[in-house]
């Protein structure tokens, strides 16, 4: 394996020339084409990291993954790795295992190598990760909720079972991985599902069918003693009182039940009269943001 060491020796210079040469430093046009020609002859790669520690502005990327065994972990990854080839930039792994500590640890590591860039894949962002990202003087970015897990019901609910279950998959299919877990519309069977589901979840996010769904969800959570919004978001659809009564309230969709049934009163008139009405009446949901979620930018 050719050395600098022995580009030096070749080229009748010194070790420091040859370093000046390959970090684009100062080196006469006569010197600089002597080398070159031995390069190329003896087919010699720099060590692009011990390189890049030395380099002010270096060409090395470094990524920060909860776990490597994990599909979408790896997909993402491939897709860093390619688009970075394409601009001459190496990628740098380091697997947190899920770790919090071990992630801002990271952060502050990279730095230390002088990376010109982090790409940390969040499932969780601390006081302590602000810190150490502000710290770190390198631009940094994070990939926010990509793996989602949808409790829902069973398809024999044609409205929450199918129709619902299907909108949530048009809507994250596109630009994230989602997990269906399928339980009942009562708080003691999501909940017991939840106490199974939760501990080896890898989801940053859990939406639920419905908002009695997400209570369970909660219960088990707080059973376990996972915090939310920190370790997951979560949410549900129906903007029950209850979601406001809990801590933390429920982040929820709310439907214009009333108006639903105030236009099904009128509609139901106007056909008893003989008139016509339009076959689908599209009313339109509102999201309310609570504190069960949170964004990751």
Known sequence: MVTINDIARLAGVAKSTVSRYLNGGSVSAKTKAKIDKIVAETGYKPNTFAQSLKAKNTAMIGTI???LDSYTTTQGLKGIDEQLRAVDYQLLITNSNQDIQREIEAICAYAKQKVAGIILFATVITDEHRKAIDSSKVPVIILGHRIFTYFGVFEDYIAVGQKRKQGILDGIKP???IKIIETTFAIEAAYQKALKILPKMESSYVICATDNIALGVLKAAHELKMVIPDQFSLSGFGDYDVTKA???????IKFPYYQSGVLAAENLYQLIEGEKIPEIIKLDNQLVER???????
């Open 65 to 67: 993954v909860p776990r």
């Open 175 to 177: 630009n994230g991985k």
């Open 246 to 252: 809990v801590f933390p309230m429920i982040t929820t």
């Open 291 to 297: 504190e069960s979620t949170k964004r990751l930018k």
